[in-house]
Protein backbone atom coordinates (compact mmCIF):
# COMPACT_ATOMS: atom_id res chain seq x y z
CA UNK A 1 0.00 0.00 0.00
CA UNK A 2 1.39 3.30 -0.67
CA UNK A 3 -0.67 5.26 2.34
CA UNK A 4 -1.90 8.27 2.19
CA UNK A 5 -0.16 10.13 -0.80
CA UNK A 6 -0.56 13.93 -1.66
CA UNK A 7 0.91 16.45 -4.33
CA UNK A 8 2.30 18.15 -5.34
CA UNK A 9 4.90 18.88 -2.58
CA UNK A 10 5.79 22.45 -2.93
CA UNK A 11 3.94 24.85 -4.37
CA UNK A 12 4.22 28.95 -4.63
CA UNK A 13 0.90 30.56 -5.81
CA UNK A 14 0.72 34.51 -6.15
CA UNK A 15 -2.06 36.18 -4.14
CA UNK A 16 -5.28 35.95 -5.42
CA UNK A 17 -4.60 32.46 -7.11
CA UNK A 18 -6.37 29.07 -6.99
CA UNK A 19 -5.39 25.82 -6.55
CA UNK A 20 -6.17 22.16 -5.31
CA UNK A 21 -4.21 20.23 -2.88
CA UNK A 22 -4.75 16.26 -3.92
CA UNK A 23 -4.90 13.57 -1.18
CA UNK A 24 -5.19 10.24 -1.81
CA UNK A 25 -5.18 6.99 0.13
CA UNK A 26 -5.29 3.19 -0.83
CA UNK A 27 -6.73 1.88 2.38
CA UNK A 28 -10.06 2.39 2.44
CA UNK A 29 -10.31 4.55 4.84
CA UNK A 30 -13.50 6.20 5.96
CA UNK A 31 -12.74 9.23 7.90
CA UNK A 32 -9.96 11.96 5.88
CA UNK A 33 -9.15 15.05 7.01
CA UNK A 34 -6.64 18.37 6.32
CA UNK A 35 -4.65 20.06 8.72
CA UNK A 36 -2.61 23.23 8.83
CA UNK A 37 0.87 23.59 10.32
CA UNK A 38 2.58 27.14 10.74
CA UNK A 39 6.19 27.09 12.43
CA UNK A 40 6.08 25.98 16.14
CA UNK A 41 2.87 25.31 16.58
CA UNK A 42 0.77 22.11 16.44
CA UNK A 43 -1.66 21.20 13.29
CA UNK A 44 -5.23 22.75 13.14
CA UNK A 45 -7.94 20.86 11.44
CA UNK A 46 -9.60 22.36 8.14
CA UNK A 47 -11.35 20.07 7.46
CA UNK A 48 -12.55 16.54 7.47
CA UNK A 49 -15.03 13.80 5.91
CA UNK A 50 -16.69 10.65 7.56
CA UNK A 51 -17.45 9.11 4.19
CA UNK A 52 -17.91 9.61 0.18
CA UNK A 53 -19.92 12.62 -0.10
CA UNK A 54 -19.84 13.90 4.01
CA UNK A 55 -17.66 16.86 5.10
CA UNK A 56 -17.86 19.00 7.74
CA UNK A 57 -15.83 22.32 9.12
CA UNK A 58 -12.76 22.25 11.54
CA UNK A 59 -11.12 25.26 13.42
CA UNK A 60 -9.60 27.35 10.90
CA UNK A 61 -11.94 26.32 7.38
CA UNK A 62 -12.35 30.21 6.09
CA UNK A 63 -10.86 30.38 2.44
CA UNK A 64 -10.31 26.58 1.55
CA UNK A 65 -13.41 24.24 0.09
CA UNK A 66 -13.35 20.30 -0.01
CA UNK A 67 -15.54 17.95 -1.37
CA UNK A 68 -15.00 13.91 -1.37
CA UNK A 69 -16.71 11.92 -4.57
CA UNK A 70 -15.10 8.91 -3.48
CA UNK A 71 -13.50 6.89 -0.66
CA UNK A 72 -10.01 7.14 -1.63
CA UNK A 73 -9.35 11.05 -2.30
CA UNK A 74 -10.15 14.49 -0.37
CA UNK A 75 -9.04 17.14 -2.47
CA UNK A 76 -8.39 20.62 -0.62
CA UNK A 77 -9.56 23.97 -2.65
CA UNK A 78 -7.66 27.28 -1.90
CA UNK A 79 -10.26 29.33 -3.68
CA UNK A 80 -8.07 32.60 -3.40
CA UNK A 81 -5.01 32.53 -1.87
CA UNK A 82 -3.49 35.05 0.46
CA UNK A 83 -0.50 35.35 2.34
CA UNK A 84 -1.95 34.00 5.58
CA UNK A 85 -2.34 30.56 3.73
CA UNK A 86 1.41 29.74 3.76
CA UNK A 87 1.69 26.97 5.21
CA UNK A 88 2.48 23.18 5.14
CA UNK A 89 -0.38 21.11 4.53
CA UNK A 90 -1.20 17.80 5.83
CA UNK A 91 -3.60 14.90 4.85
CA UNK A 92 -4.66 12.09 7.41
CA UNK A 93 -6.90 9.53 7.50
CA UNK A 94 -8.15 6.76 9.62
CA UNK A 95 -10.03 3.59 9.82
CA UNK A 96 -13.12 4.86 11.75
CA UNK A 97 -15.66 7.43 11.40
CA UNK A 98 -15.30 8.36 14.41
CA UNK A 99 -11.33 8.92 14.26
CA UNK A 100 -10.87 7.35 17.50
CA UNK A 101 -7.99 5.16 16.28
CA UNK A 102 -5.02 6.49 14.98
CA UNK A 103 -4.55 8.73 12.15
CA UNK A 104 -2.33 8.11 9.00
CA UNK A 105 -0.92 11.32 7.77
CA UNK A 106 0.59 12.21 4.25
CA UNK A 107 3.75 13.65 3.75
CA UNK A 108 3.04 17.13 3.61
CA UNK A 109 2.42 19.54 1.33
CA UNK A 110 4.33 22.78 1.45
CA UNK A 111 2.78 26.28 0.47
CA UNK A 112 4.20 29.83 0.37
CA UNK A 113 1.75 32.53 -1.19
CA UNK A 114 3.43 35.69 -2.02
CA UNK B 1 -7.63 27.15 21.83
CA UNK B 2 -5.18 24.02 22.02
CA UNK B 3 -6.98 21.52 23.80
CA UNK B 4 -3.17 19.88 24.30
CA UNK B 5 -0.11 21.42 25.48
CA UNK B 6 2.96 20.06 25.73
CA UNK B 7 5.96 20.51 27.71
CA UNK B 8 8.73 21.20 27.76
CA UNK B 9 8.54 22.73 24.33
CA UNK B 10 12.25 21.94 24.04
CA UNK B 11 14.44 18.85 25.17
CA UNK B 12 17.93 18.36 24.43
CA UNK B 13 19.78 15.01 25.87
CA UNK B 14 22.44 12.72 25.47
CA UNK B 15 22.03 9.14 24.16
CA UNK B 16 20.99 6.86 26.12
CA UNK B 17 19.41 8.96 28.88
CA UNK B 18 15.64 8.82 29.25
CA UNK B 19 13.35 11.96 27.91
CA UNK B 20 10.11 12.63 29.36
CA UNK B 21 7.28 15.37 27.58
CA UNK B 22 4.31 16.06 29.39
CA UNK B 23 0.90 16.96 28.06
CA UNK B 24 -1.96 18.94 29.70
CA UNK B 25 -5.37 19.48 28.17
CA UNK B 26 -8.81 20.44 29.25
CA UNK B 27 -11.99 19.07 28.26
CA UNK B 28 -12.87 15.36 28.92
CA UNK B 29 -11.04 13.18 26.30
CA UNK B 30 -12.38 9.99 24.60
CA UNK B 31 -8.54 8.79 24.25
CA UNK B 32 -4.82 10.38 23.83
CA UNK B 33 -2.11 10.08 21.15
CA UNK B 34 1.18 10.52 20.59
CA UNK B 35 2.61 11.51 17.33
CA UNK B 36 6.31 12.11 16.04
CA UNK B 37 7.17 14.40 13.10
CA UNK B 38 10.73 13.72 12.31
CA UNK B 39 11.83 17.72 10.12
CA UNK B 40 10.39 18.29 7.10
CA UNK B 41 8.02 15.09 7.19
CA UNK B 42 4.34 13.86 8.11
CA UNK B 43 3.33 12.56 11.34
CA UNK B 44 3.43 9.33 12.64
CA UNK B 45 1.52 7.61 15.34
CA UNK B 46 3.03 6.28 18.24
CA UNK B 47 0.48 5.42 20.68
CA UNK B 48 -2.87 5.82 21.82
CA UNK B 49 -4.08 5.66 25.19
CA UNK B 50 -7.74 5.63 26.31
CA UNK B 51 -9.57 7.55 29.12
CA UNK B 52 -10.12 4.15 30.70
CA UNK B 53 -6.37 3.17 31.07
CA UNK B 54 -3.62 4.44 33.55
CA UNK B 55 -0.35 3.00 31.40
CA UNK B 56 0.60 2.02 27.93
CA UNK B 57 3.98 0.72 26.91
CA UNK B 58 5.42 -0.15 23.40
CA UNK B 59 9.23 -0.73 23.02
CA UNK B 60 10.81 1.90 24.60
CA UNK B 61 7.81 3.82 24.71
CA UNK B 62 5.63 4.33 27.93
CA UNK B 63 2.50 6.22 27.60
CA UNK B 64 0.29 7.83 31.64
CA UNK B 65 -2.40 9.31 31.61
CA UNK B 66 -4.19 10.63 34.81
CA UNK B 67 -7.81 11.94 34.19
CA UNK B 68 -7.66 13.50 37.77
CA UNK B 69 -5.38 15.75 36.62
CA UNK B 70 -5.82 16.03 32.97
CA UNK B 71 -2.15 15.11 31.86
CA UNK B 72 -0.27 12.83 30.34
CA UNK B 73 3.02 11.84 29.84
CA UNK B 74 5.30 10.28 27.30
CA UNK B 75 8.44 8.36 28.39
CA UNK B 76 11.35 7.17 25.50
CA UNK B 77 14.14 5.01 27.69
CA UNK B 78 17.66 4.68 26.71
CA UNK B 79 17.16 7.48 23.62
CA UNK B 80 18.91 6.99 20.45
CA UNK B 81 19.87 9.81 17.97
CA UNK B 82 17.29 8.74 15.91
CA UNK B 83 14.73 9.69 18.46
CA UNK B 84 15.36 13.38 17.54
CA UNK B 85 12.42 14.44 16.02
CA UNK B 86 9.27 17.01 17.35
CA UNK B 87 6.20 15.30 19.54
CA UNK B 88 3.08 15.82 19.37
CA UNK B 89 0.17 14.85 22.07
CA UNK B 90 -3.80 14.65 20.18
CA UNK B 91 -6.80 14.62 21.99
CA UNK B 92 -10.21 13.44 20.83
CA UNK B 93 -12.70 14.42 22.60
CA UNK B 94 -15.58 12.72 20.45
CA UNK B 95 -16.40 15.61 18.44
CA UNK B 96 -14.89 14.16 15.27
CA UNK B 97 -11.92 15.57 15.30
CA UNK B 98 -8.37 15.13 17.08
CA UNK B 99 -6.55 18.44 18.35
CA UNK B 100 -3.19 18.73 18.49
CA UNK B 101 -0.60 20.59 21.06
CA UNK B 102 2.22 22.90 20.32
CA UNK B 103 4.30 19.73 20.60
CA UNK B 104 8.00 19.33 22.35
CA UNK B 105 10.89 19.24 19.95
CA UNK B 106 13.39 16.44 21.16
CA UNK B 107 17.14 16.58 20.48
CA UNK B 108 19.52 13.37 21.16
CA UNK B 109 23.07 14.14 21.36
CA UNK B 110 24.98 11.40 19.77
Known amino acids: NAGVTQTPKFQVLKTGQSMTLQCAQD?????MSWYRQDPGMGLRLIHY???????DQGEVPNGYNVSRSTTEDFPLRLLSAAPSQTSVYFC?????????????FGPGTRLTVT | SQQGEEDPQALSIQEGENATMNCSYK?????LQWYRQNSGRGLVHLIL?????REKHSGRLRVTLDTSKKSSSLLITASRAADTASYFC??????????FGSGTRLQVQP
Open chain 1, 92 to 104: ASSYDRDISYEQY
Open chain 1, 27 to 31: MNHEY
Open chain 1, 49 to 55: SVGAGIT
Open chain 2, 27 to 31: TSINN
Open chain 2, 49 to 53: IRSNE
Open chain 2, 90 to 99: ATYTGRRALT
